[in-house]
């Protein structure tokens, strides 16, 4: 069969070579017009994905599959005769690279044709391209008919909005991916301030969480999670007590959905006072606007939580004492000082004018349109008393408190139980289908152990139904007939397509129930009192957290545990030029800020070193990542006049160092190394700990740039030191 396109994104470079002079009037109509926005610098660059059927589309969706067309037919010839196919190649001289990867019945492709991207990046992108659709369509991603018909609507209009949802949010990650530090090594960061921290954790637990769950005006939906967000960086998370954990991974893809919500702006527009006034409520959201929930939001929500995030909450950090540049309405601030825990003093009638026009622009705010807090079903993994749950129906509603400032809730539903019950069983006919693959030798089905458990709980499930899905009832009956037959059983054949159909009924009874139906939400008036209280508890907080975000910590702070009179990291570690400290069983990371604007100076100087430094540290971390995946887990170059060098290791609770071991060799075409592409770490804290069962094993990384002088051993001597400096307080991980 011919490939149908059921998504697709690329640059303006890509679209002008793949689009005659002619067919200018393709980029009128809307297809491809946002191809170019985090194309800047990236000529010839574009990612397709496509699933067996009779193609019909546009002209530029036509030109596409002419394209790929070779490429998807020898795919599915190889498929087909080897059961296994290419996973990259390059063209002639080679100019263009191409990535493909199977997922499913669904084939992923990535071509990059001016050489800024390798072939881990490309492929890191049909990964995170992968995470963001399980995101927005939960389990209907196990059936490819069904995703296909949520990738692709037979509506044009409707198609467009979900296209366009994922190119926002692809345009955000990649960005975010070359600017920001921890999406760069995909870890969470934290904004340091510990007593901010506790108080905002305190004021979303009594004045936000449990203020919405006891009141009627909720709709059936609980607030299981409530976090804080200054940019990137994590300010506050305050679980619920009967919520369960957010892996971090899910948290990084949720800080990523909020910045394609509201992207942040430059650090002088942000500090501008003249801008300020126009900014304070934005309108809607900037990204992906034109995808509501469908009615607000039945999309129940899961039970989510962070509980190892809570116990860092309470953490020391260093206090930064930051001038900002005069603004062009000649109110200075450059002779204020941030002082802990009271309001911004300022001297003479400007200061006060400040604070006069943020209590009336607080007093004179109408309440939120509705599209601004955007609730949005989203999908995330669960671990319940039930046990562990993937892709959990939650509802996010982000409220934007500033630009550059969100605050972010997460509600289950009332039909959390029935996502749970859907996974276990479309898992029990996932086991089954693998043990029907492998042919006689694993027995008669019959005989299989859980399939009397498999069959109780199927049978209770339709029988709840009430005939509510005939063809969910009318494919058991099938399915039983053929396998519990006191005659011959069905063939293998016959039995593989039975579990197949039963699959599919089971991921639409899931698509009717999490993505095609309305449902309770928060009530518009809880949104607004807890966006107007949250605003008001931050108030005088406003422009330190935004200046504390661009510069979390610098190479002249001091240790956030030590006294001023404490040596900063520089003095404490001569030669030392850039770190990053990553504590991936909390999936969190620290690191100084690198500043790359002109405007923005920092101990680096002005942008150009700061930005030959941050191409170094990109570098090291491709580079780490490289080697990690081959086995080796301590790295040191010389590269220029720096010496760059990354460790891994393993510890226990009370942070003694454990015997490194040989970690497994992957093959190139594994998932990326990461927390977004098959969340790497975790499967690397099980694989270590089989052999440490008694006692809770953490893992950590730490990346280095030294001077090219600093000796070799000094290097090490000093990478021991810092992540012991980094470990040591309270003896608890800082992050």
């Not at 530029?60 to 002419?66: M, V």
């Not at 394209?67 to 599915?76: G, T, V, Y």
């Not at 990259?88 to 019945?105: I, K, N, P, W, Y």
């Not at 450059?334 to 003093?345: C, N, P, Q």
């Amino acid at each position: 069969t011919a490939a149908e396109l059921l998504f697709y994104w690329a640059d303006a470079a890509f679209l002008r070579r793949l689009r005659p002079p002619h067919a200018g009037q393709v980029g009128r109509d809307g297809t491809g017009r946002r191809g170019c926005g985090c194309g800047k610098g990236v000529r010839g660059r574009a990612w397709a994905l496509t699933w067996g059927c009779v193609p019909q589309g546009p002209a530029l969706e036509d030109s596409l599959n002419t394209l790929f067309a070779p490429l998807i037919i020898s795919c599915a010839a190889l498929l087909e005769k080897l059961a296994d196919t290419y996973t990259c190649f390059a063209t002639e001289h080679g100019r263009h690279l191409h990535v493909l990867h199977m997922f499913g019945d669904c084939l992923y492709i990535a071509v990059n044709g001016d050489g800024t991207e390798s072939e881990d990046d490309l492929r890191r992108t049909l990964f995170v391209l992968r995470r963001l659709v399980e995101a927005h369509c939960g389990l209907v991603t196990l059936d490819s008919h069904l995703i296909r018909k949520e990738l692709r609507p037979a509506d044009s209009e409707q198609r467009e909005r979900v296209w366009s949802l994922l190119r926002g949010l692809l345009e955000t990650y990649s960005h975010l991916r070359e600017e920001d530090q921890s999406f760069a090594v995909e870890a969470v960061e934290r904004l340091i301030h510990p007593q901010l921290c506790e108080q905002c954790i305190e004021f979303l637990e009594r004045q936000v969480v449990q203020y919405i769950n006891a009141s009627p005006e909720r709709g059936g939906d609980e607030v299981g999670h409530a976090f804080l967000l200054v940019h990137t960086k994590l300010l506050a998370f305050y679980s619920s007590r009967n919520a369960s954990s957010i892996r971090p991974a899910d948290l990084l893809i949720l800080i990523l959905l909020v910045q394609d919500l509201y992207p942040s702006e430059s650090a002088e527009e942000e500090l501008n006072p003249q801008s300020v006034a126009g900014k304070v409520l934005p309108q809607g959201p900037k990204r992906s606007e034109s995808i509501p929930v469908r009615g607000p939001g039945s999309h129940g929500a899961a039970e989510k939580d962070s509980d190892d995030q809570q116990d860092t909450d309470d953490l020391s950090v260093p206090e930064v004492y930051y001038t900002p540049e005069p603004s062009p309405g000649g109110h200075s601030t450059g002779d204020e000082s941030w002082l802990e825990g009271t309001e911004m003093l300022g001297t003479g009638e400007a200061d006060a004018a400040d604070v006069q026009m943020a209590e009336d622009l607080l007093q004179t705010l109408g309440p939120l349109v509705p599209e601004a807090s955007n609730p949005r079903r989203i999908f995330l993994d669960a671990n319940l008393r039930e046990g562990y749950c993937p892709l959990l129906p939650h509802t996010m509603h982000c409220l934007p408190l500033w630009p550059g400032i969100s605050l972010v809730l997460l509600t289950k539903g009332p039909t959390t139980q029935v996502a749970v019950t859907l996974y276990q069983l479309l898992d029990g006919f996932l086991v089954l289908e693998r043990k029907l693959e492998e042919g006689p030798e694993a027995g008669a089905p019959r005989s299989y152990p859980f399939l009397a458990e498999l069959r109780q709980r199927m049978d209770k499930f339709v029988k709840k139904l009430s005939g509510q899905d005939i063809q969910l009832q009318n494919t058991w009956v099938d399915f039983k007939s053929k396998i519990f037959s006191r005659s011959e059983p069905g063939s293998s054949l016959e039995l593989l397509q039975a579990v197949a159909n039963v699959k599919r009924q089971l991921c639409s009874v899931y698509r009717q129930l999490f993505l095609a139906s309305a449902g309770h939400s928060l009530s518009q008036g809880l949104r607004d009192r807890a966006q107007k209280l949250m605003r008001e508890k931050l108030l005088d907080w406003r422009d330190f957290l935004l200046v504390k975000s661009r510069r979390n910590i610098t190479m002249v702070s001091y240790p956030c545990w030590t006294p001023l009179t404490h040596p900063t990291y520089l003095e404490d570690f001569p030669g030392l030029v850039h770190f990053i400290y990553v504590d991936r069983t909390a999936g969190q990371m620290m690191a100084p800020s690198l500043s790359v604007t002109e405007k923005s100076s920092s101990e680096l100087g002005k942008g150009p070193l700061a930005a030959f430094i941050k191409r170094k540290v990109w570098s090291l971390i491709a580079l780490a990542r490289r080697y990690l995946q081959k086995g080796y887990t301590t790295l040191m170059l010389q590269d220029g006049d720096y010496c760059c060098s990354y460790f891994l290791w393993f510890e226990n609770e009370l942070g003694y160092k454990l015997e490194m071991m040989e970690v497994p060799v992957l093959s190139d075409d594994s998932a990326p190394i990461g927390m977004l592409a098959g969340d790497y770490y975790r499967k690397l804290l099980r694989y270590y700990s089989k052999n440490h069962q008694a006692e809770v094993v953490k893992c950590y990384e730490l990346l280095t740039v030294h001077l090219g002088i600093i000796p070799s051993e000094l290097v090490v001597q000093q990478a021991c030191d810092l992540a012991r400096r980094l470990w040591e307080p309270s003896r608890i991980p800082l992050l």
